[in-house]
């Protein structure tokens, strides 16, 4: 069974969250959340969740991928947190997949994890110039550039979820999933 990890801050994009919970959950992945501190993490919009443990708790564990769901202030926290930073850096180094959607790419490019990567977030949060050794394309819904999946926002969530169960379980789970959910498979 695949392994993902999703590390939530305060201020994360609940939508984002959610979703990507839910559905790769719904694939049969084993999904971890992790609060950057201990306690109830405040989204965004006032939601409350309850992560499943912290990172610190999780730090020397493998995950077959590493996702981050976007917002802000969510986003800056967790490319404030260098922990997170060091552990996308591992990530990257072995190989194993990175993603994150809406404002959170940039925390993969504060990481190093898009240089030389096409990479695409949600309009206008990322000051390319900050980052030249990344390609941005602000027309994709979701930017697959090997090991790493990135995604521009709540409207595309769904499709980024989709696209991670595929990448993890393949397409026929992926068109399981999608059809559960009354969608037609794309």
Request: hydrophobic share 45%; net charge negative; glycine share 8%.
């Amino acid at each position: 069974m695949p392994t993902v990890l999703i590390p939530l801050a305060n201020g994360c994009e609940e939508l984002e969250a959610v979703t990507l919970i839910d559905l790769l959950r719904r694939a049969d992945i084993s999904v971890t959340t992790a609060s950057l501190q201990s306690g109830s993490v405040t989204a965004s919009r006032g939601v409350v969740l309850i992560a499943d443990t912290t990172l610190n708790a999780v730090l020397d564990q493998t995950f077959d991928l590493i996702v981050l769901p976007g917002g802000l202030p969510g986003a800056t926290h967790l490319q404030q947190d260098a922990r997170l930073i060091a552990l996308l850096q591992r990530q990257h180094a072995a190989g194993r997949y990175s993603a994150a959607i809406c404002a959170a790419p940039e925390v993969l490019a504060h990481a190093g994890v898009l240089d030389g990567k096409t990479a695409t977030s949600y309009p206008g949060c990322i000051a390319a110039a900050n980052y030249p050794q990344v390609t941005f394309d602000n027309d994709a819904p979701v930017v697959i550039d090997g090991n790493v999946i990135t995604s521009r926002g709540p409207g595309t969530a769904m499709d980024f979820a989709l696209q991670l169960i595929e990448l993890l379980q393949g397409r026929a789970c992926r068109d399981q999933v999608e059809r559960g959910l009354v969608r037609s498979p794309a």
